[in-house]
């Protein structure tokens, strides 16, 4: 038998490649539909947009990244004299359509093509855009927002959101420990002690990806503590290159600490009060779900233990869409560690 080799070599992507990559990642209707049937994210701007409506009646309105222009159209529906739908993928032709169907081609106008690279008819007294991805920065859309604030927002325009923020825990995953532990257990059942495969199994599992899943409340180890707050209105694409913070948790009591979830939360200023899209283990689920950071093993932590540290979030060098996570922490009197997260491959992305 040939021996294999699980060496496989990644060719840094070059720009253009990497852009059409993630353009054509948003031409299939399985994440449109992932994305407007997510009721928290849709109707949370929907509600944002409608709360605001006093400011968009009448107003020119930009909305970055349209998809199938949902919130173009919501736009407009709040009032809006004319709306732009910027978008650079092949789903602007169903925006077209949808636009059609609902009798708003004289108020939304689709154009497609890159924000960067398209030529609006006139600045723009609102900017709205769905820019967020996995961990927040995943995509790196927000330099794209940012973009369009610097060269079509007029002074005093309004963007939606205005503000995100992001939040760290330490989190157990109990379906980590029961596959290190599995490994225990093969011996009842057949016989073979395979015990000395916890390790491997361990270095598989606990691994540098940013693992993209549900975490439970019951697994949150400790109030959540915000490490950075991004305002939209003054964000520089220069910032966005490096976006740190600190943060200091006490756990709650005795566990197994797997690792640390990272989430967001993004706010629209409204009239009356803020409103808030929020991606936390403990508000309703979202297709953003959470990010999870697994340590190298699991570390007991009791009540009180601090888990403390920096997040560093940045792009990666081999493809500025795709963000790395760098956690300099220390677990209560253990040394301190660091560890490099980034986003395994696009799936269906080819390794030519
Ligand atoms: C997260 S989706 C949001 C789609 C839609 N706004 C919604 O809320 O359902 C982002 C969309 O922005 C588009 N996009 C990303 N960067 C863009 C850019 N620089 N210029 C134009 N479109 C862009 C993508 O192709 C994708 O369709």
Redesign the pocket.
Same mark, same amino acid.
Not at 86 to 89: D, L
Not at 128 to 133: F, N, R, T
């Given at each position: 038998m040939e021996k294999m080799s699980h060496v496989v070599k990644k060719r840094k992507l070059d720009k253009s490649r990497q852009e059409r990559l $993630?353009?054509d990642? $948003?031409?299939d209707v399985t994440?449109?539909e992932d994305?407007?049937a997510d009721y928290v994210?849709?109707n949370t $701007?929907r509600t944002a947009i409608m709360r605001n409506s006093e400011l968009i009646r009448g107003k020119v309105v930009l909305? &970055? !990244?349209?998809?199938?222009? &949902?919130?173009?159209i919501f736009c407009a529906q709040a009032g809006a004299k004319k709306v732009y739908a910027?978008? #650079?993928?092949s789903? #602007?032709e169903e925006a077209v359509r949808i636009v059609r169907h609902n009798n708003l081609q004289d108020r939304v106008e689709v154009i497609r !093509?890159?924000?960067?690279?398209?030529d609006l008819p006139e600045p723009v007294e609102v900017i709205?855009?769905?820019?967020? !991805?996995y961990a927040l920065l995943h995509?790196s859309?927000l330099?794209?927002v940012v $973009? #369009?604030r610097d060269k079509w927002l007029k002074p005093g325009g309004l963007i939606l959101p205005s503000k995100a923020e992001l939040y760290i825990a330490p989190v157990c995953d109990p379906v980590v420990e029961d596959r290190l532990h599995f490994w225990y257990t093969v011996k009842e059942q057949y016989g073979v002690d395979m015990s000395c495969m916890s390790d491997f199994a361990r270095r598989c599992i606990m691994n540098s990806d940013i693992t993209v899943n549900f975490v439970s409340i019951e697994d949150v180890l400790s109030h959540p503590a915000r490490f950075a707050e991004l305002d939209l209105y003054t964000v520089t694409a220069e910032e966005l290159r490096s976006v740190k913070g600190q943060f200091r948790c006490e756990s709650f009591g005795s566990s197994a600490a797997s690792g640390l979830c990272v989430y967001f939360t993004v706010t629209f200023s409204c009239p009356d009060k803020p409103l808030v899209l929020s991606t936390s283990p403990f508000k309703a689920e979202t297709h953003w779900k959470q990010a999870v950071l697994y340590f190298d093993a699991p570390v007991r932590v009791v009540q009180d233990t601090a888990v403390a540290g920096e997040v560093s979030m940045y792009p990666s060098e081999d493809s500025a869409r795709h963000v790395c996570i760098r956690v300099d922490y220390t677990i209560g009197e253990q040394k301190g560690q660091t560890k490099t997260f980034s986003i395994p491959d696009w799936s269906g992305e080819a390794q030519s």
């Open positions: $993630y353009f990642s $948003y031409t994440i449109h994305m407007i994210r849709t $701007y909305d &970055v !990244g349209a998809g199938t222009g &949902v919130l173009s910027v978008e #650079a993928c789903i #602007a !093509g890159t924000v960067e690279t398209v709205v855009s769905e820019w967020m !991805g995509e859309m330099n794209s $973009y #369009a």
